[in-house]
């Protein structure tokens, strides 16, 4: 059964545009994720918060800005897409950040960058 | 830097038969890594199936196992009789808590297509 929420599931844009993905979670965690899933299908990590505080931030370039305005929430905004961010964005939530166990995966955003 | 390295799909094998999918790591940033396999059945998203926090120790579920094993730094899947439903992407994956920090650093994942 579904916990981790992300809308939208699908977006295609432009090169330069403003992209926002939302994610939202049920299950009461503490902890929350970005991933990236890239077009060779590796998962990297970029943002992880833990109850609205940023606790990993990985090199990501400066227009990727995770928001989060309580700890169900973690949004990722993208300020003037390039073509290399054409991926599948996951959100995924754990108990708390000590918790090295399981995490939660939404279904992943998908972004196409024209 | 972590690193996970496994299986090269796609793997194809018929129903009822056994599988392996390899998986190898590399823990420089953590000295004592959780190991994890996760796998995304089509249409769903990413869970886990499975994991092990000691060395030495076996994790299983739906009738698949692994062995963390410390000494050749692998985790290998394997399951002795695959289902169709067995189809789906496997990733494995390292992680434990460095300077506070929590995250999971993951292979490449391997697709499994079971035959009927």
């Known amino acids: 059964e579904t916990a981790v929420f992300q809308t939208p599931n699908y977006h295609v844009t432009q090169v330069g545009n403003e992209v926002s993905f939302n994610c939202k979670q049920t299950?009461?965690?503490?902890?929350m994720y970005w991933y990236k899933q890239d077009s060779k299908k590796l998962l990297k990590i970029m943002f992880s918060y833990n109850n609205k505080q940023l606790i990993v931030n990985e090199t990501v370039p400066r227009r990727f800005s995770p928001q989060s305005s309580d700890k169900a929430h973690l949004n990722l905004r993208i300020k003037s897409v390039e073509p290399e961010d054409s991926a599948v964005y996951l959100c995924?939530?754990?108990?708390?950040?000590?918790?090295?166990?399981?995490?939660?995966f939404g279904e992943g955003s998908k972004l196409t960058v024209l | 830097g972590d690193s996970v390295t496994q299986t090269e799909g796609p793997v194809t094998v018929s129903e009822s038969e056994s599988l392996i999918i390899n998986c190898t790591y590399s823990?420089?940033?953590?000295?004592?890594?959780?190991l994890f396999w996760y796998v995304r059945y089509p249409g769903e998203g990413l869970q886990l199936l499975l994991k092990?926090?000691?060395?030495?120790q076996k994790g299983s579920s739906r009738g698949f196992e692994a062995t963390y094993n410390k000494e050749t730094t692998s985790f290998h899947l394997q399951k002795a009789s695959v289902q169709e439903s067995d189809s789906a992407v496997y990733y494995c994956a390292l992680g434990g808590a460095t300077g506070g920090n929590n995250k999971l650093t993951f292979g490449q994942g391997t697709v499994l297509s079971v035959i009927p």
């Open positions: 299950l009461g965690h503490d902890t």
């Open positions: 995924a939530s754990s108990r708390d950040w000590r918790n090295t166990g399981q995490l939660y």
């Open positions: 092990v926090i000691t060395a030495g």
């Open positions: 823990a420089t940033s953590i000295a004592y890594p959780n």
